[in-house]
Structures are given as C-alpha cells and as structure tokens.
C-alpha cells in the first residue's frame, strides 16, 4: 500500500446468513468507525491491531455536530496542515479542507507570517498578549559565581567579574538559572513576543497567532494558541513550513498529519 494514499477497509465478519445486517452497527459495536472510500489512512498497523478511528480521514464534509466514534467515545479530530518549505499550497488546501466542514476551528499556527486571514476574511473579536519569561538579575546579590551561565544551554547569560549581560532573545524561558543561584539574586520576569487573535468566519472559529517582528522564538505563542483548541468540533491546523520546533509545536498532540508538497526535485526532497 503506498503510504497515505489510500486504505483498505476490514468488512465486518458477517455469518452466513446476515446479510441484511446493519454494517454501521456492526462498526459501532466494535468501537470502529466504517472507513469511507474516500479515504486517507496512516500506513497498516501491525498483524493484531486494530486501527483507532483518529487515523482515518473522510474527505467528504460532515454533518453539523458529526463526531468520531471509536474505543474511547465520541470525540473530534485535530488534523494539521504541514509542508516540507514554503511555497507548496499548504495555507490553500488549510483553507478549503476548513471551508468543507460545515463548521471546525481554524489555527494559523505559522506565526511567523499568518496568511491565512486573508482567505477567510475573520472578524477579529479578542487578542491575547503572549510573553516569555527572562531573567531579572539584582546584581547586589549576586556573587558571579558563574552557575547561571553554566546551566543555560542557549548562553543567554553572560557573567563577567564585575558585570553581567543578559541576552533576553536567546533565552528560552526555563528557569534553570534560578533554580541553580546560590544567592538568589536572579527573579523571574517576562518580555511580551507576540499576540493572539480570535474571531469567527461565518462558522469556523478563527484564531491566529503573531510573533513581533525581530522575535525569533515562535514555539510559545503556538503552545499559548494550542490551548484554545476547542473540544466540540474539529480542527484545523495550519502549520508553519519545513521540520523545526514551531512545526514539531503544531502537529504534536494531532490526530492526523497531511502533507502538501510540489512536483519539484526542491519539493521531493523537502518533504522527505
């Protein structure tokens, strides 16, 4: 089977005999859902597993207030838009996958450079400000005993015999260095990074997020905007392109995964 380009249905075993059963109740009882025939899947699972209706897709759209059924009850479905770089149509097919449904949440994690506004056109209602968390150091207390830049793996502490520097953009908020201070001369501040925007297109609830321009750590506003996921209907994700942290940050948690690419050598091998 090529991988993520189609699957096979199990039928449910029928005894001689039962033809005019009922195949969606024989689904249900067995804590599946019936695979349409428009399909995506995730490749087979091993000789003994069954695979959980998370990892099938219909391409078709759903009724209003359709959810999954599997093992674990009814439930909706987190599925993410990603590319291996940019350019490929990811934001496009985001788009029209989200205007299918009847209604779903649309997040437009690629913060960097969020288009996908442009496409549905959202009324904005409410914007959440997104911050990180720095190093406030009061430097009367502080020894230079060096531990603090010992531990930051990201060298944004800088610890000279008579002064420290503090490089806040390299900081990635852990709060190592005030966990190891012997003096306690090191408190926990916050640098505002971004913004979050919520609003509603026609029925897809919208949000979105925006990194201030000379910031480079997108991974806290997606975990913020993350939060937000709705658990009554599904959702959309736009991922940002390629395979670094902000992408890892998206699709983690999803319950499928499509990648767009292009007819490209650059596409290929982007997306492998």
């Known amino acids: 089977m090529e991988r993520g380009l189609r699957v096979q249905a199990q039928e449910p075993v029928r005894e001689q005999g039962e033809g005019e059963v009922n195949a969606e109740e024989r689904w249900e009882e067995a804590g599946?859902?019936?695979v349409p025939e428009n399909a995506f899947a995730l490749p087979a699972e091993p000789q003994g597993h069954t695979r959980p209706a998370s990892h099938?897709?219909?391409?078709?759209?759903p009724s209003a207030g359709q959810v999954w059924r599997g093992s674990k009850?009814?439930?909706s479905m987190v599925?993410?838009?990603?590319?291996?770089k940019g350019g490929t149509g990811k934001t496009s097919v985001a788009v029209s996958l989200a205007l299918s449904l009847e209604t779903c949440q649309f997040l437009d994690c690629d913060v960097e450079e969020p288009n996908a506004s442009l496409f549905l056109r959202p009324s904005i209602d409410r914007k959440i400000s997104v911050g990180t968390l720095e190093p406030w150091i009061d430097e009367s207390k502080c020894s230079?005993?060096?531990e603090c830049s010992s531990i930051c793996a990201y060298h944004a502490?800088?610890?000279f015999e008579k002064n420290i520097l503090i490089f806040p953009k390299l900081c990635h908020g852990c709060g190592g260095c005030i966990l190891v201070c012997p003096e306690k001369a090191i408190a926990e501040g916050k640098r505002n990074i971004?913004?979050?925007e919520e609003g509603a297109s026609n029925s897809i609830a919208f949000t979105q997020g925006i990194l201030n321009i000379g910031e480079h750590m997108a991974t806290p506003v997606i975990r913020e905007m993350k939060r937000l996921i709705r658990k009554d209907m599904h959702v959309i994700i736009d991922s940002p392109p390629g395979t670094s942290c902000p992408v890892i940050e998206s699709i983690k948690g999803s319950d499928f995964v499509l990648l767009v690419t292009?007819?490209?050598p650059f596409g290929l091998n982007d997306l492998k």
């Open 32 to 34: 599946q859902v019936p």
């Open 56 to 61: 099938v897709i219909s391409l078709s759209a």
């Open 73 to 75: 009850g009814a439930y």
């Open 79 to 84: 599925i993410s838009i990603a590319s291996g």
């Open 144 to 146: 230079h005993c060096g």
């Open 157 to 159: 502490i800088a610890v």
């Open 194 to 196: 971004g913004v979050i």
């Open 262 to 264: 292009e007819p490209t």
